[in-house]
């Protein structure tokens, strides 16, 4: 389905982002993972994935931050990036998406709907 799509997963939660990493991988894209704000922003500045998977509460920078500053960039801006986080509240969700998220999915979450996101916005005109 998705042989060279790179996905860059930041997320902290060292149990989700490996379980997420063994579902993207078994549905075939290429993951990689930043554990922290700082280092998914230097991640995708410095070779942009396909998309990114990205939580909200992180360490360092938070994933609003994260977001603001790769919109903000004219070479990461067209990155697809689909929030994964446990803020569930209507202001988080659409502060994400007035951000410029692509997507916003709460946790717990179903790996398929997850997957079905995903390869739609990597499929999705520009």
Do not use: C, W
């Not at 942009?48 to 990205?54: E, H, K, Q, R, S």
């Not at 998406?97 to 999915?105: E, K, N, P, T």
């Amino acid at each position: 389905m998705a042989s060279s799509n790179r996905i860059l997963v930041a997320e902290d939660d060292e149990l989700l982002a490996e379980l997420v990493e063994f579902k993207l991988q078994e549905a075939g894209y290429v993951v990689e993972r930043a554990g922290d704000g700082e280092i998914a922003v230097q991640a995708v500045q410095a070779n942009p994935p396909d998309a990114l998977l990205l939580d909200v509460m992180l360490p360092g920078i938070d994933g609003f931050e994260v977001l603001r500053t790769l919109k903000a960039d004219p070479g990461t801006a067209d990155i697809p990036i689909l929030m994964l986080t446990a803020r569930s509240l209507e202001q988080d969700v659409v502060s994400g998406l007035d951000l410029g998220a692509s997507d916003y999915l709460v946790k717990p979450f179903m790996v398929k709907e997850l997957l079905t996101r995903l390869h739609r916005l990597m499929n999705a005109s520009p």
